[in-house]
């Protein structure tokens, strides 16, 4: 019987260093999603030129926060092996800059980085456990 060993990481995946190149068969996450304001903050500190452009130039903001994503992104798809999966829980944003209510579509910006890797993009299939308390 083949063995497999789990590892659960809470951790800044930009640097998986410890991991071995090709070895991950499964990547679950759930990144800061961009242009959601309780995450400028983290984005500002890996990108100090996000803040600049954030109230003026929210799409450029937009796109320097998926900056930061792609480099993350890059570093998980050394890690995973040939036909391996990688999961992300990751949504749209919504937000009103200087009066304009605007979506950004996170997920495309997801899609598009993994195409340009190589991945195939599969359906996904969301649960929301409803039941209430007894």
């Known amino acids: 019987m083949n063995k497999t060993k789990h590892c659960i990481l809470n951790k800044d995946a930009a640097n998986l260093q410890e991991i071995p190149d090709g070895s991950v068969s499964l990547v679950i996450t759930s990144p800061p999603y961009p242009m959601i304001e309780m995450w400028d903050e ?9 803040e600049e452009h954030l109230m003026t130039e929210p ?40 009066g304009h209510f605007q979506m ?29 308390p007894e």
């Open 42 to 50: 983290i984005f500002m500190k890996q990108k100090p030129e996000i």
């Open 59 to 98: 799409y450029k903001a937009f796109d320097l926060m998926h900056d930061v994503l792609n480099d993350i992104w890059e570093e998980v798809d050394k890690k995973v092996a040939n036909h391996g999966f990688v999961c992300i829980n990751i949504g749209d944003a919504t937000r009103t800059i200087n």
């Open 104 to 132: 950004y579509s996170n997920h495309s910006k997801i899609i598009e980085k993994f195409v340009s890797m190589g991945y195939s993009v599969l359906p996904d299939i969301i649960w929301k456990n409803d039941k209430c």
